[in-house]
């Protein structure tokens, strides 16, 4: 019996990768009080109602929700219990065993002999067994983390303690600090194993017996380069015929040792992958031929990617193959609280949504977990650039303890070379905000050094994968790392720290990897799965965010800025007229995130780039998230989609320099249209109106002032104040050359103007149809409609809080919600969820926030 690490790389079985989320019915766990069973032999037998099936890969939450007994075990402990995963293993002959991710303080046992043991959940192990005796059984142990960090020696004594995490000892050990956030995340701890589990057959025809391998990607001028290591699982024979092919280029692979096979391939004049929003995701499929046998091994891209700095050396902006690129998107929290990931489809449900939303980038923080293959192949192919963070977070970490150096540099490496081929990772980060917890109580530089993301993390960045920038920390920045004006910051100016909109200017933030966390306000079909509760119910409250001994949260946040932006008081409207007070919330947020990416988007400002924390909720409710927990879009989320397509028209009040007008062209051909703007008196007469052609080169952009536009003074802004204000709606609207509307953009220079602001009669007007299968809402309005709210029984409409402009007639295709995430978690904190799963609309119902009139439209029977 040989354990040892596994190598790094994919994992593949046979003809085709390992996938994650394949579970095995065999697997059964048992629950027990910590130390109970020092061995397998102590539990009870295996036909015991201790024992319940439990999927693997999996966690102890996830099978225990699964069986009805989280609730009565209590998810906050545990951590005080140990957990036996058992799976009977009836034949003969050699094995090999791989272990892609044992969360806890684990132990592998065949029958009473000790195989391994692990404390990083992060790292890939496997074992060998040579010959499996008959009717054997494989253990999995998941010692009690709670006595393990009672009886632990102490690392070295902290240089600072962190408030986010409610166990200080956990520095030492390496797991995801979800559940360990109190306000943040549900208290349920990552326990058991998450990664898959392969048990492979030594003895197999090794053809069909790949253990795993590594696809790496380079460009050398004009080609792409592709490096393939392949590991078998028995010894390759030196008469084995194997070629590696990329999409008809061929080379023979030679032989690197008794397991392990090597090449490298050059494919001429490779096309290169953009994000989607500049260019084309292209990407090049590798497989392998043995003989007969075709094994697909992925996909590889072709791009690269700098760093600059700007003109003071202080900032922070990327260029792919190049090219300098506005980045926006979010930061990614988990698509699945419990088992800590989902399936390849789930997976590229989600980051379709991000996708769709005009995002290019994900940012994976260093409180979350590394994701499965399928999230990078997903980003890969969906074009989303990643910002992926090592998984460190505000500890002071022990450094200098040989043991964590090495399971760190086995973690780092470990990743590395299982996303060496994926295009889409753009950023590699050595942790998140270490130096900011650091600086904020009172350290200096010198006294906050942290070697293990100043020259660990960054040498073996730098050995994997060359072709991708590492920093050392986010924030981090000259003068103390959470200064926005330099390097890169966690921005919340405009957010928890309650500053007016126009602070997003004034901070001069250079690149935000964090920004704009709210409380947002789900859609009404996730608030009545919850119970429709009020705010400051549970039900309520369990959702909402707030940072360990605050004395608010960020639902108090978003009233704040209600309470600046439209002048009414949260508490008064929640208590008159509680479905006004949920449509403000949801405008407030709308307005803050979109105008807040316009104004760091546009041509003049100093921001390269912003990712809003976060993109999805971890469970239904008010959460950080833009994407609730059923994956159905917020209004912050479709307020961005109108503002952040690659072909954009957006509005930026400048005061006294009037209003700008900003074209975006993010693509690979140029735009040739019309811009017109006019603006409007009660949200319907025009007062005046501009046209002018334009032509817009490629990855280009346009700024201009309305005041040229028009060729004549006119107070857009209302900035002068010479006598009443003409106006209270401006839109701008960009055709192409064949006078197709191409992107709107509104601006109302007072947001709580009458014929804007307060329910009227606006002629809003809709009705539905089917076509070939399809329903679609048609909405039409005689003065400016503001958000248009399209709300459809197990239907989500594909565009939804959009302005209207006047006389304008829009359809809205309803596409079918994709299945619930109904994960045992939301049972286990709300009780049971009201799911609506009728295959159709039931009653569709049409509002803007400046119409009297509900318009409800049925589906004919």
């Given at each position: 019996?040989?354990?040892?690490?596994?190598?790094?790389?994919?994992?593949?079985?046979?003809?085709?990768?390992?996938?994650?989320?394949a579970a095995s019915p065999m697997w059964r766990l048992c629950t027990t009080p910590a130390d109970a069973a020092t061995r397998p032999s102590d539990l009870p037998h295996a036909g015991a109602s201790e024992w319940i099936d439990a999927p693997v890969p999996g966690t102890v939450g996830q099978a225990l929700a699964a069986a009805n007994r989280l609730t009565s075990l209590g998810a906050s402990r545990l951590g005080e219990y140990d957990h036996w995963y058992r799976l009977p293993l009836r034949r003969g002959g050699?094995?090999?065993?791989?272990?892609?991710?044992?969360?806890?303080?684990?132990?592998?046992?065949?029958?009473?002999?000790?195989?391994?043991?692990?404390?990083?959940?992060?790292?890939?192990?496997?074992?060998?067994?040579?010959?499996?005796?008959?009717?054997?059984?494989?253990?999995?142990?998941?010692?009690?983390?709670?006595?393990?960090?009672?009886?632990?020696?102490?690392?070295?004594?902290?240089?600072?303690?962190?408030?986010?995490?409610?166990?200080?000892?956990?520095?030492?050990?390496?797991?995801?600090?979800?559940?360990?956030?109190?306000?943040?995340?549900?208290?349920?701890?990552?326990?058991?194993?998450?990664?898959?589990?392969?048990?492979?057959?030594?003895?197999?025809?090794?053809?069909?017996?790949?253990?795993?391998?590594?696809?790496?990607?380079?460009?050398?001028?004009?080609?792409?380069?592709?490096?393939?290591?392949?590991?078998?699982?028995?010894?390759?024979?030196?008469?084995?015929?194997?070629?590696?092919?990329?999409?008809?280029?061929?080379?023979?692979?030679?032989?690197?040792?008794?397991?392990?096979?090597?090449?490298?391939?050059?494919?001429?004049?490779?096309?290169?992958?953009?994000?989607?929003?500049?260019?084309?995701?292209?990407?090049?499929?590798?497989?392998?031929?043995?003989?007969?046998?075709?094994?697909?091994?992925?996909?590889?891209?072709?791009?690269?990617?700098?760093?600059?700095?700007?003109?003071?050396?202080?900032?922070?902006?990327?260029?792919?193959?190049?090219?300098?690129?506005?980045?926006?998107?979010?930061?990614?929290?988990?698509?699945?609280?419990?088992?800590?990931?989902?399936?390849?489809?789930?997976?590229?449900?989600?980051?379709?949504?991000?996708?769709?939303?005009?995002?290019?980038?994900?940012?994976?923080?260093?409180?979350?977990?590394?994701?499965?293959?399928?999230?990078?192949?997903?980003?890969?192919?969906?074009?989303?650039?990643?910002?992926?963070?090592?998984?460190?977070?505000?500890?002071?970490?022990?450094?200098?303890?040989?043991?964590?150096?090495?399971?760190?540099?086995?973690?780092?490496?470990?990743?590395?070379?299982?996303?060496?081929?994926?295009?889409?990772?753009?950023?590699?980060?050595?942790?998140?905000?270490?130096?900011?917890?650091?600086?904020?109580?009172?350290?200096?530089?010198?006294?906050?050094?942290?070697?293990?993301?100043?020259?660990?993390?960054?040498?073996?960045?730098?050995?994997?994968?060359?072709?991708?920038?590492?920093?050392?920390?986010?924030?981090?920045?000259?003068?103390?790392?959470?200064?926005?004006?330099?390097?890169?910051?966690?921005?919340?100016?405009?957010?928890?720290?309650?500053?007016?909109?126009?602070?997003?200017?004034?901070?001069?933030?250079?690149?935000?990897?964090?920004?704009?966390?709210?409380?947002?306000?789900?859609?009404?079909?996730?608030?009545?799965?919850?119970?429709?509760?009020?705010?400051?119910?549970?039900?309520?409250?369990?959702?909402?965010?707030?940072?360990?001994?605050?004395?608010?949260?960020?639902?108090?946040?978003?009233?704040?800025?209600?309470?600046?932006?439209?002048?009414?008081?949260?508490?008064?409207?929640?208590?008159?007229?509680?479905?006004?007070?949920?449509?403000?919330?949801?405008?407030?947020?709308?307005?803050?995130?979109?105008?807040?990416?316009?104004?760091?988007?546009?041509?003049?400002?100093?921001?390269?780039?912003?990712?809003?924390?976060?993109?999805?909720?971890?469970?239904?409710?008010?959460?950080?998230?833009?994407?609730?927990?059923?994956?159905?879009?917020?209004?912050?989320?479709?307020?961005?989609?109108?503002?952040?397509?690659?072909?954009?028209?957006?509005?930026?009040?400048?005061?006294?320099?009037?209003?700008?007008?900003?074209?975006?062209?993010?693509?690979?051909?140029?735009?040739?249209?019309?811009?017109?703007?006019?603006?409007?008196?009660?949200?319907?007469?025009?007062?005046?109106?501009?046209?002018?052609?334009?032509?817009?080169?490629?990855?280009?952009?346009?700024?201009?002032?309305?005041?040229?536009?028009?060729?004549?003074?006119?107070?857009?802004?209302?900035?002068?104040?010479?006598?009443?204000?003409?106006?209270?709606?401006?839109?701008?609207?960009?055709?192409?050359?064949?006078?197709?509307?191409?992107?709107?953009?509104?601006?109302?220079?007072?947001?709580?103007?009458?014929?804007?602001?307060?329910?009227?009669?606006?002629?809003?007007?809709?009705?539905?149809?089917?076509?070939?299968?399809?329903?679609?809402?048609?909405?039409?309005?005689?003065?400016?409609?503001?958000?248009?709210?399209?709300?459809?029984?197990?239907?989500?409409?594909?565009?939804?809080?959009?302005?209207?402009?006047?006389?304008?007639?829009?359809?809205?295709?309803?596409?079918?919600?994709?299945?619930?995430?109904?994960?045992?978690?939301?049972?286990?904190?709300?009780?049971?969820?009201?799911?609506?799963?009728?295959?159709?609309?039931?009653?569709?119902?049409?509002?803007?926030?400046?119409?009297?009139?509900?318009?409800?439209?049925?589906?004919?029977?």
């Amino acid at each position: 019996m040989n354990p040892q690490p596994a190598p790094a790389g994919r994992s593949t079985t046979g003809p085709g990768p390992v996938h994650g989320r394949a579970a095995s019915p065999m697997w059964r766990l048992c629950t027990t009080p910590a130390d109970a069973a020092t061995r397998p032999s102590d539990l009870p037998h295996a036909g015991a109602s201790e024992w319940i099936d439990a999927p693997v890969p999996g966690t102890v939450g996830q099978a225990l929700a699964a069986a009805n007994r989280l609730t009565s075990l209590g998810a906050s402990r545990l951590g005080e219990y140990d957990h036996w995963y058992r799976l009977p293993l009836r034949r003969g002959g050699a094995r090999l065993i791989r272990f892609d991710g044992l969360a806890g303080i684990a132990q592998v046992w065949l029958n009473d002999t000790l195989l391994l043991q692990s404390t990083n959940m992060f790292v890939s192990q496997q074992v060998r067994i040579d010959p499996l005796p008959e009717d054997s059984a494989l253990y999995l142990c998941f010692r009690s983390l709670a006595r393990h960090l009672d009886t632990m020696p102490a690392p070295r004594r902290a240089r600072w303690r962190t408030r986010l995490v409610d166990a200080p000892a956990l520095r030492a050990v390496r797991i995801s600090l979800f559940g360990h956030m109190p306000g943040w995340f549900p208290r349920i701890e990552p326990i058991g194993p998450w990664g898959a589990v392969a048990i492979i057959d030594a003895d197999a025809d090794t053809a069909a017996q790949i253990v795993h391998h590594k696809l790496s990607a380079s460009i050398e001028g004009r080609d792409g380069i592709v490096d393939a290591t392949i590991t078998f699982a028995a010894p390759v024979s030196g008469h084995l015929d194997a070629v590696l092919d990329c999409e008809g280029h061929h080379v023979r692979l030679q032989r690197h040792d008794r397991f392990t096979l090597r090449a490298r391939l050059t494919v001429p004049n490779a096309r290169r992958w953009w994000p989607h929003t500049h260019g084309e995701p292209a990407r090049y499929a590798v497989s392998l031929h043995l003989g007969d046998t075709t094994v697909a091994l992925g996909y590889v891209g072709f791009r690269t990617i700098e760093v600059t700095r700007g003109h003071d050396g202080q900032g922070f902006a990327l260029s792919v193959n190049a090219l300098p690129i506005f980045v926006r998107g979010a930061c990614w929290s988990t698509a699945d609280p419990l088992g800590l990931r989902v399936s390849a489809h789930d997976y590229r449900t989600w980051l379709t949504l991000a996708r769709d939303a005009g995002f290019n980038m994900i940012r994976v923080g260093g409180t979350m977990t590394y994701e499965d293959d399928a999230f990078y192949a997903s980003c890969d192919e969906l074009g989303l650039l990643v910002w992926q963070d090592f998984m460190f977070a505000n500890f002071d970490y022990p450094c200098t303890a040989p043991d964590f150096v090495t399971s760190v540099k086995l973690e780092a490496s470990q990743f590395l070379a299982r996303t060496a081929g994926n295009p889409s990772l753009a950023v590699l980060c050595g942790g998140s905000e270490i130096a900011q917890q650091a600086s904020m109580v009172g350290l200096s530089d010198e006294q906050r050094d942290m070697p293990l993301t100043a020259s660990l993390l960054a040498e073996l960045a730098a050995t994997h994968r060359r072709d991708v920038p590492y920093v050392s920390d986010t924030p981090s920045g000259q003068v103390l790392p959470f200064y926005p004006r330099t390097g890169i910051s966690h921005y919340y100016g405009v957010g928890a720290y309650l500053r007016p909109l126009d602070d997003a200017r004034r901070a001069a933030v250079r690149f935000a990897s964090e920004c704009l966390a709210f409380a947002h306000v789900p859609a009404d079909a996730t608030l009545a799965a919850i119970g429709s509760p009020s705010m400051h119910e549970i039900a309520w409250k369990m959702a909402v965010p707030r940072d360990p001994g605050a004395p608010w949260d960020f639902d108090d946040v978003r009233d704040h800025y209600l309470r600046e932006l439209y002048g009414q008081d949260p508490a008064r409207l929640r208590g008159q007229d509680p479905s006004r007070y949920l449509e403000l919330s949801r405008v407030a947020l709308a307005d803050v995130v979109s105008e807040t990416l316009v104004e760091w988007r546009r041509t003049a400002s100093s921001c390269t780039g912003a990712l809003l924390w976060q993109f999805q909720d971890v469970m239904p409710g008010a959460g950080w998230g833009i994407v609730d927990a059923f994956r159905r879009p917020k209004s912050a989320w479709y307020a961005l989609k109108h503002v952040l397509q690659p072909q954009q028209v957006c509005l930026c009040d400048e005061g006294l320099n009037g209003l700008d007008v900003h074209v975006f062209n993010d693509g690979p051909a140029p735009l040739r249209g019309r811009l017109e703007l006019v603006a409007l008196r009660d949200a319907v007469v025009p007062v005046t109106r501009a046209r002018c052609d334009l032509h817009i080169e490629p990855h280009g952009a346009l700024q201009v002032s309305a005041a040229q536009c028009l060729g004549r003074f006119f107070d857009f802004t209302y900035a002068y104040r010479f006598g009443p204000r003409e106006h209270d709606t401006v839109i701008a609207s960009l055709y192409d050359h064949e006078e197709r509307l191409l992107a709107q953009s509104f601006y109302f220079p007072e947001r709580t103007a009458p014929a804007v602001f307060e329910r009227g009669d606006i002629g809003l007007n809709a009705s539905l149809e089917q076509r070939d299968g399809q329903w679609w809402v048609n909405v039409g309005t005689r003065a400016s409609a503001r958000y248009v709210q399209i709300t459809a029984s197990g239907l989500l409409p594909k565009d939804d809080w959009f302005h209207l402009a006047p006389g304008a007639n829009v359809s809205v295709p309803l596409l079918p919600e994709s299945t619930p995430l109904h994960s045992p978690l939301t049972s286990f904190h709300l009780g049971t969820l009201r799911l609506d799963t009728h295959d159709g609309p039931r009653t569709i119902e049409i509002r803007a926030v400046n119409s009297n009139k509900v318009i409800r439209l049925r589906k004919p029977s």
